[in-house]
C-alpha cells in the first residue's frame, strides 16, 4: 500500500487508500503497476459462470404483473425536485414479421402515479400523455433467424414539486385496468450548498450476468441518492435474433457474424430484474453506449438517431427526450441536468461532435448558463473514453476529443466519468495528453458485469500496442484521427503508445466493480472504486479530489474548507 499527494489540473488527488493486491496508485514517477498474471480474473460469484448471462428461465427476470397491469418500473431523476415514473404495459412480440402493438394497448391503459409521504396514503395523482413504443425490423438473411420484435408500451409520468430528502410511497398504473404494488424512494437533496455530503452512484457496462448482480447490489448498498449508468445496458445486441450467444469456456465471447441482429426480449428481461433490484427506488440518470445502437434493417451503423433506425429500445424506454427538453436540447442523446452540489453533462460520441455540430453548439450554449455558484461541480460524461491505456479500444474517440477537450478544459470541468473498457482507470488532471494541474479527473470503468468479461492487456506493455488507423470499430463517428502523443524511448521519435504506464495514468486494474463519488461540499469530493471481488464490496481505490481555485478555468465563489474524518485526510500541496 503506497500514499502520495499530488497537486494537478486545479485539482489535489490524496490518495487515502489501496486494497493490498498488485494494482496500486502510483505517484507521478512510477512506473507500470498491474502484474497481468497475478490478479485472478473473472472469478466465480453465485448464481454461475460470471460471464455467461442469466438464464431466461431465472425468476427474477419475469414479468409478473398481470393483464395489463405495471412492469418493468424506473425511476429517472429528470430535475431538481423532479423524478420521472416509466412503466410497461404489455408484453414484447416477436414474430418473422413485424406486427402493431395490442390493439387494447392503443385503447388504454392511461397512464397514472400516486404517491404521499406515509404508506398507503396518496395525497397527489399526476396524470401524462406520454406513451412511448418501438419496432425492431430486420431485412437480411443471416441475423439468424429474421425475427422481428415489438415493444410494450412505455409510460413516463413525472412527479414535481418534491420535497428534498423526503421518503415518497407510490402506485404507477391504470385505477381500472391496474396498479402496481406500493413501492418507495427517498427524493433527492435540493440544489447547492444545503445538498452535502451527496452521494452519487456510478456503473456503466452492465448487461446482466451474475456478475451484474453482485455491482448491482454492491451499489445499492451503498445507498446513493441517485445513480448514473453510463452506457451499455442490457447487451442485447451481443445476441442473435432467437435469443442465443456464443461462450466459449466462460472466457472466451464469440460475436454474431455482422450485419447480426438483437434479442429485444432481453431488454424487457433486463428491466424486470434491475427494477427490483435498484430502478424502482433509487432515481437514475442515463447515457447511452454503443450497445444501445443497435440499427435497425440491413444493420449497418449511422450517426446518431440515423433517421431512427438507431437507439429506438434506449430512447422508447428511458425518458431522456424530457431531459433534454428541460435543457435545451433537441436530441434525446445529450442533455444536462443539475443534482445535489453537481451539473451534469451527458454527451454522445455516437452523434456528430464536430465544432459548428448542433451537439457542440447545444455544449456551448450550456456550458455558458449554467451556475457555478449553484452547483460547484462540473461533470460530463459519455460512453467511450479518451484517456484510457488498455489495448482494446485504444485511441477510439481520438477525433471527439479533439474537437470538444478545449471546450471543456476551457470551462473547468473537474471529473469525466466513462464506461465502455471492461476495466478500471483513473487519470491524474490531464489534458492533452500531460498531467495538468487545471484539467479534469477522468475515470473509465465499464466494468459493471457485462458478458464479454475484462480486458487485460495494457497498450504500453511490449507487443500489445495496436496499430494506427486498425482502432476505430464501425459504429465510431470520425474514423481515425492520427496522433503520436508519446515519445519512442530509444529513437526519440513521436509514438503511438508509451512504453510504460502514462504518467497521466494514476491507478488502473481490470475487474468488475462500481464507484461512488461523494461530494463533501463545493471543493472536496470523495471518490471510491470497489471491486466485486469475492462477494464484498472491496475498495480498491479511494482518493479525495480537491477543486484548486487558482486556476483561470475555475469560476471563482467562496469555497468552503476541505473535510476531515479519521485518517481519510486531503492535503494541499
Known amino acids: 500500500m ?11 488527488l490524496a490518495l487515502l487508500y489501496s486494497s493490498c493486491v498488485s494494482a496500486q496508485t502510483r505517484d ?51 430535475g431538481a425536485t423532479n423524478v420521472t415514473v416509466s412503466w410497461a404495459t404489455g408484453e414484447g412480440i416477436v414474430t418473422a414479421s413485424p406486427v402493431s402493438a395490442y390493439a387494447a394497448e392503443e385503447a388504454g391503459p392511461t397512464s397514472m ?3 404521499g409521504s406515509s404508506s398507503g396514503n396518496y395525497t397527489t395523482n399526476t396524470t401524462s400523455t406520454i406513451i412511448t413504443s ?41 385505477p381500472i385496468l391496474g ?8 427524493s433527492p437533496p435540493a440544489l447547492g450548498s444545503t445538498s452535502y455530503p451527496f452521494v452519487l452512484g456510478v456503473v456503466a457496462d452492465t448487461g446482466l450476468t451474475p456478475n451484474t448482480t453482485v455491482t448491482i447490489q454492491h451499489l445499492t448498498d451503498a445507498k446513493p441518492q441517485v445513480w448514473t449508468l453510463i452506457g451499455d445496458f442490457s447487451y442485447a445486441d451481443d445476441m442473435q435474433t432467437n435469443g442465443t450467444t456464443i461462450v466459449s469456456n466462460g472466457t472466451f465471447f464469440s460475436y454474431i457474424p455482422s450485419p447480426s441482429g438483437t434479442y429485444q426480449p432481453w431488454w424487457d428481461m433486463w428491466y424486470n430484474y434491475m427494477s427490483t433490484a435498484i430502478l424502482s427506488s433509487i432515481p437514475l440518470i442515463p447515457n447511452h453506449g454503443n450497445h444501445e445502437l443497435e440499427p435497425q434493417f440491413n444493420a449497418t451503423y449511422g450517426t446518431g438517431l440515423a433517421n431512427n433506425t438507431q437507439f429506438q429500445s434506449y430512447i422508447s424506454r428511458n425518458p431522456v427526450s424530457i431531459l433534454a427538453g428541460a435543457s435545451g436540447s433537441d436530441s434525446p442523446l445529450w442533455y444536462s441536468v443539475n443534482v445535489g452540489p453537481a451539473h451534469m453533462i451527458y454527451l454522445s460520441n455516437y452523434a456528430d461532435f464536430y465544432v459548428g455540430s448542433d451537439q457542440y453548439n447545444w455544449l456551448m450554449t450550456d456550458l455558458a448558463s449554467f451556475n457555478r455558484k449553484t452547483t460547484p461541480w462540473l461533470i460530463a460524461t459519455w460512453h467511450g473514453p479518451w484517456y484510457s491505456s488498455y489495448t482494446t479500444h485504444y485511441l477510439e474517440t481520438e477525433c471527439m476529443r479533439e474537437a470538444m477537450e478545449q471546450v471543456l478544459y476551457s470551462n473547468g470541468v473537474d471529473v469525466v466519468l466513462n464506461g465502455h473498457l471492461h476495466e478500471y482507470e483513473r487519470t491524474n488532471p490531464v489534458f492533452n495528453f500531460t498531467v495538468d494541474q487545471c484539467g479534469p479527473v477522468h475515470i473509465t470503468m465499464g466494468d ?103 486556476c483561470a478555468n475555475k469560476l471563482s465563489f467562496a469555497a468552503s474548507a476541505p473535510p476531515t474524518s479519521g485518517n481519510l485526510t486531503a492535503t494541499a500541496g
Not at 179 to 184: D, P, T
Request: glycine content about 8%.
Open 113 to 115: 402515479v400516486s404517491y
Open 448 to 550: 459493471g458485469g457485462n458478458i464479454e468479461g475484462v480486458y487485460k492487456t495494457f497498450a504500453d506493455t511490449p507487443g500489445y500496442c495496436p496499430l494506427p488507423n486498425a482502432t476505430v470499430p464501425k459504429y465510431q463517428p470520425g474514423g481515425f484521427c492520427p496522433i503520436y502523443p508519446y515519445t519512442n524511448s530509444t529513437t526519440g521519435a513521436a509514438a503511438f503508445c508509451a512504453s510504460s504506464q502514462p504518467a497521466w495514468s494514476a491507478f488502473r486494474e481490470p475487474t468488475y466493480g462500481h464507484g461512488i463519488l461523494t461530494f463533501m461540499n463545493s471543493t472536496a469530493a470523495l471518490w471510491q472504486w470497489n471491486r466485486n471481488i469475492d462477494n464484498e464490496a472491496v475498495i480498491g481505490d479511494s482518493v479525495y479530489i480537491i477543486r484548486q481555485m487558482t
Open 28 to 78: 507521478l514517477q512510477a512506473v507500470s503497476t498491474i502484474s497481468q498474471t497475478s490478479i485472478s480474473w473473472n472469478r466465480s460469484v453465485t448464481g454461475g459462470d460470471p460471464l455467461a448471462k442469466l438464464q431466461f428461465n431465472d425468476s427474477r427476470l419475469a414479468n409478473t404483473a398481470g393483464g395489463l397491469e405495471p412492469s418493468q418500473i424506473h425511476l429517472t431523476y429528470t
Open 134 to 174: 418501438y419496432s425492431q425490423t430486420y431485412i437480411f438473411s443471416n441475423a439468424n433467424p429474421i425475427l422481428n420484435y415489438s415493444s410494450p408500451l412505455f409510460h413516463h409520468v413525472t412527479i414535481q414539486n418534491l420535497a428534498p430528502n423526503t421518503l415518497y410511497y407510490y402506485k404507477c398504473g391504470d
Open 2 to 12: 503506497k500514499s502520495s499527494a499530488m497537486l494537478v489540473s486545479g485539482l489535489l
Open 179 to 186: 396498479m402496481s404494488q406500493e413501492l418507495n424512494f427517498t
